[in-house]
């Protein structure tokens, strides 16, 4: 069944059978090209479904294989032996660095940059081995306690499968490129249970621009690796969240202040990374065998020598600490020592994510100056549990730089809207504070030690755009009306320097006439001819004050003079622009860069 | 009308989405046996750790219990046993805040499961919040019990009660204590625990009720009639009291306290001359017995604590005097009183004078209570006289 619509003609009984076959080759074209269309978007959509059941499943053997290997590595025991606790990081990390030197050479780090270079330098590809190698090497590296998280590396996984599976379906080189990012969706929310804050991440760091094109497939991957996750483990959100509320307005105060001390941790973690990869990276090769397990060896330390909870992923000890667990000063070392951690892990190499080390600091941060707040004001009525739970989307909004992600993931955590206006106010003032001290985020720092230069939709948005207003110029002195003649027009114009003139139409609408087109009509004799008479029909494009200057560009080489008019009296104009001025006034921007 | 020919892809795609969902059903069934598996291994390792927690926590180590619950959440963090656990060691180490938040994360899952709200309860005990703990365990009265629901309620209600009476609450527990008594099984030592809590609530006519009942279920409980004895006393009624005392006694005759309110009930009962059913010539003679008593609590008392009394008073004033003049109600002016009214004796049997038992009686117990106040608690007749003038002071209330 066809579901193009029907193109019909008039009537007409004098075509000839020559006109009438061409005319049904014409409209079978139409119809296969909009049903080929048609039908290769629904399938994108129902391959998004797949994609996203597929993630989940990919996950929760990720999750499976987290755990079995923590409990192989490290024991079952809440309290595992000094040999357990510092030889199986090291030992495991010398494993991870054979595997990442000699067979997934493309699974270091996150995961977050390599889906992001597949969609803008590779078309869409990534190898399916680097699927295998990150499932692989990050569960290791986890389960034996790497402080990583299995946050990215789902992302990643995720948007293999997808590009795995586009290549082997044959889809379109648009399509293919389109996938990466809705199987780094699904990946990201099934490991995340938080299909709200996966899609928003992947728009803000993934894709980097609001696309509707893509929104769709995105949103329906995630929320079916979501369902299928759920499926499979249990609906709970990943932190069992204690009663909070947000009880008087002067407690933002106390949240501001989280939010200042989450960005300067913020703004030390990301430059301890970005100080420390490049150097790292540029050691002897045989150096790279070493490096996890160095890192393993100092992480089983920090473990052996009594703060455990520093190693692998640590989201129980997130809870504990949403739960008033631990001491303020402890909470403090806490996530010192995370910082130091999950730098080592990050920079000598292991696959392994930053979300779940990020939100470990962020929440030990927040319980710290939680309980020094409380100290110094215990008239605050707020929980360290509460203190917690936005020190985590501090340090996401500051460290990540993703600042609605932040906002979204503490209220899926949460499912307690009653705290967002305390979140978004520690998020912003963290978010502008950490983009003051340290203008290039993380993930585009690390793209950029790897090479790259990537799109950023925090560049995008804090970019400084060129208006038309600012290329602008004043109305020109006269503006003639369409009914006027020519005669009076000339009379009008004959003392005036400028060599083309606005003419305003009736009802609507703007044109022009030069004076070297003027002065051969009254040469002709046609001084009794009105403007409208003699003008084109086709009118002139115009544009609004507040459009992108890159609009202007569109119209430039179509008329000498774009008039600029006000959006809410499109007869009433603002000013007038040229070529000239709009390149001039690129020339100054690019200037002043 | 013509029909689009079918591009390749679209013969295709029935059979990608057909090839998808098989794998996809393969990919449910493959992962299902691995989560499986993992659950049941991880939910092994939990029940391990939480039997270790367990013996620790029964042990009267909830410390070294806290790890063990723990490590057991940590594979089964949904398990309310062990939440329930955890927050019960939790709550005897002393971490309030954090066992209250396991506790409540349980009982937003299952607001009516009473284990829970028991639990609760007994946190808002800790925390001294008596609201709390009131609704707490009124939930868990009222809720879903797994086993033994009878027993537990009821032993959820006296938890409340005894809570309840350790604050002073006496209104609140007598009326859980009357709930409760509703419920209660024809059992002498349950009965008898309900009775001891009216008694402790200052509900005397319900606990002396409770302790009859106690007596109809078993009538050689000495317990019941040793607290049947003391309510019946403090409520004045020392006939029963004198009774009940000394069943107890001769059941159990060990029982030193029920042996002296037996004796001072003996007493009063032989000393009140107020007591019904007895003839004029005997109250007279009670009379004349405690008056001189008193004069003789009032000599002893002055003596101990050094104060003089005056020698004689006059005869002329004796005789005119009203016996309750308007002076205070020191040991002088008593003695003064007391002197004065001692010739009035002889009267007693006088109809003309048929206030006059009365008006000595008051003179009588002023002394013997101005004398406890000053020279502390009397013993023997005089605590008789003591009591008798509380009983007669309530009456005249």
Known sequence: ?593 | MDSPAPTAQARRTPLVLAALTIIAILGFAGVSRLVTRLKANEKRIAFHAFEAGLAEFQAGHPERALDDFRAALSYDRDNPQYQLSLARALRDTGRLDESEAYLLHLWEGSPQDSTINLALARLAVRRHSVEDAIRHYHNAIYGVWSSEPDKNRRQSRIELIDFLLQGKGFPQAQAELIALTQVLPPDPAQQLAVADRFRQAQDLPDALARYQAVLKLDRKNASAFAGAGDVAFQLGRYRTAENDLRKAIELNPSDAESRRQLETASLVLATDPFLRRISDAERDRRIVSVFNQAGNRLKACARAIHVDLPSTASPGKATNANPMPSAGNDLPSLWTRWQAARPKLRKLSSPANADLPDVLMDLILQIEQQAAQQCGPPGGVDLALLLISRDREAVDE
Not at chain 1, 105 to 129: D, E, H
Not at chain 1, 358 to 371: D, E, K, N, P
């Open chain 1, 1 to 593: 069944m066809s579901e193009a619509p029907a193109i019909s003609s008039p009537p007409n009984a004098a075509v000839t059978s020559h006109e009438r076959s061409t005319n049904a080759l014409a409209r079978r074209l139409a119809r296969l090209t909009f049903q080929t269309n048609f039908e290769e978007e629904r399938f994108f959509l129902i391959l998004s479904i797949f994609i996203g059941v597929f993630s989940g499943l990919a996950v929760v053997c990720f999750r499976v294989a987290i755990d079995w290997s923590r409990i192989a590595l490290m024991g079952a025991l809440p309290h595992p032996h000094a040999l357990r606790i510092i030889g199986a990081p090291t030992a495991v990390g010398l494993l991870v660095a054979v595997l990442v030197v000699h067979v997934f050479p493309q699974v270091r780090g996150s995961g977050v940059n390599q889906t992001k270079a597949a969609l803008y330098v590779y078309n869409g590809y990534i190898p399916f081995k680097n699927a295998v190698g990150k499932f692989l090497c990050s569960a290791l590296a986890i389960g034996s306690g790497q402080s990583l998280g299995p946050e990215d590396p789902s992302l990643q996984i995720g948007a293999s499968l997808a590009s795995a599976l586009g290549r082997r379906l044959e889809l379109s080189r648009e399509k293919l490129r389109l996938l990466a990012p809705v199987g780094a969706a699904a990946g990201l929310a099934a490991a995340f249970n938080a299909p709200i804050s996966a899609v928003l991440f992947v728009i803000e760091e993934v894709i980097g621009r609001w696309s509707a094109g893509i929104l769709g497939s995105v949103v329906l991957s995630a929320i079916s690796s979501v369902v299928v996750m759920r499926w499979f483990l249990g609906a709970d959100a990943i932190f069992r969240v204690p009663v909070t509320a947000f009880v008087h307005p002067a407690e933002l105060l106390a949240y501001a202040v989280l939010g200042l001390v989450g960005a300067l941790a913020a703004v030390i973690f990301a430059n301890a990374i970005g100080y420390f990869r490049p150097r790292l990276r540029v050691f002897p090769r045989w150096t790279h065998y070493l490096q996890p397990a160095l890192a393993g060896f100092f992480i089983g330390l920090i473990g052996w020598l009594g703060a455990p909870q520093v190693m692998g992923a640590g989201y129980e000890f997130i809870d504990q600490a949403m739960h008033d667990q631990f001491a303020w000063k402890f909470l403090a070392i806490l996530a010192g020592l995370k910082i130091i951690a999950t730098t080592l892990s990050f920079v000598s190499g292991t696959p392994g994510g930053m979300f779940a080390p990020t939100l470990f600091v962020g929440a030990m941060l927040g319980g710290a100056v939680g309980g020094v707040e409380r100290h110094f004001f215990p008239l605050l009525t707020v929980s360290t549990g509460t203190y917690a739970l936005v020190g985590m989307g501090v340090l996401f909004a500051a460290f990540l730089r993703a600042p609605m992600t932040s906002v979204f993931m503490v209220l899926e955590v949460s499912g307690n809207y009653s705290i967002i206006v305390p979140v978004i106010v520690a998020n912003t003032v963290a978010y502008v504070i950490s983009r003051a001290l340290q203008p290039v985020p993380i993930f585009d720092l690390l793209t950029r030690q790897d090479g790259l230069v990537l799109p950023s939709l925090e560049e995008q948005r804090e970019e400084e755009i060129l208006r038309v207003e600012d290329a602008m110029k004043p109305g020109t002195a006269l503006i003639l009306d369409a009914s006027a003649s020519l005669e009076e027009v000339a009379i009008r114009t004959r003392d005036l320097p400028d060599k083309i003139f606005l003419v305003r139409m009736s009802p609507a609408g703007w044109s022009s006439i030069t004076r070297e087109l003027l002065d051969r009509m009254m040469k002709e004799g046609k001084g009794a001819l009105t403007l409208a008479s003699v003008l084109p029909i086709r009118r002139l494009p115009y544009l609004y004050p507040d459009l992108p200057l890159d609009a202007a560009l569109r119209y430039i080489n179509q008329a000498e003079l774009i008039p600029v008019v006000n959006r809410a009296d499109l007869r009433e104009l603002e000013g007038v622009v040229t070529r000239d001025d709009v390149l001039s006034r690129y020339q100054a921007d690019a200037v002043d860069d």
